[in-house]
């Protein structure tokens, strides 16, 4: 299967879980990642999920910060956002920190996964955000990538293309998978 069919497939079981079902994996995801964090100290991004991604909302960390898009950019800024505070919705329909909020730069990135393989592989929606954020920040600094995704999520095998970035980790509600 290419990239698109498996991006479709996955979407598709994603949306299929109940609200309960999200919610239930989401917390098991959720505290998995906060346990594994718990070794790792620095700024940590984590993002804003939409369409049935895992919720790591109550993801405990000192500091926090969302991606932003910013302009015709590949390569995502990241601004600082406690729970509670104010955002505004991106061109993409993302909630994202207000400009006045403190950039930063995180030491460790949480993605979301549309899908995954064991080689520590993903798929997102296709616009490749990520992929030229994560190759920019790793030319400046040494940083954790972190995917979290659903079990169904993982796939045999992601033919990935030059410009895809390897993740580091991904954390499951099953599952830890490391090199």
């Known amino acids: 299967m290419n990239k698109?069919?498996?991006r479709k497939q996955k979407i598709e079981l994603r949306q299929a879980l109940t609200a309960s079902e999200h919610q239930d994996l989401s917390k098991q995801i959720c505290a998995k990642l906060g346990k594994y964090l718990q070794d790792h100290k620095g700024i940590v991004a984590i993002?804003?999920?939409?369409?049935?991604?895992?919720?790591?909302?109550?993801?405990k960390c000192e500091q926090i910060c969302l991606p932003v898009i910013d302009g015709t950019s590949k390569i995502l800024k990241f601004r600082a956002w406690r729970?509670?505070?104010?955002?505004?919705?991106?061109?993409?329909k993302i909630p994202?920190?207000?400009?006045?909020?403190?950039q930063l730069s995180p030491d460790i990135i949480i993605v979301p996964i549309v899908a995954f393989d064991k080689n520590?592989?993903?798929i997102g929606y296709g616009g490749g955000y990520y992929d030229a954020t994560l190759q920019d920040l790793r030319k400046h600094k040494n940083?954790?990538?972190i995917g979290v995704g659903f079990d169904f999520q993982e796939t045999p095998k992601i033919q990935g293309e030059e410009h895809d970035q390897k993740l580091d980790v991904i954390i499951t509600q099953s599952a830890i998978l490391k090199p």
């Not at 729970?83 to 993409?92: A, H, T």
């Not at 994202?96 to 403190?102: C, N």
């Open 4 to 6: 698109s069919s498996i």
């Open 47 to 59: 993002y804003y999920p939409c369409n049935n991604e895992v919720d790591i909302l109550a993801l």
């Open 83 to 92: 729970q509670g505070e104010d955002l505004k919705i991106s061109k993409y």
């Open 96 to 102: 994202q920190p207000l400009q006045t909020a403190e």
């Open 120 to 122: 520590l592989h993903r």
């Open 143 to 145: 940083i954790l990538t």
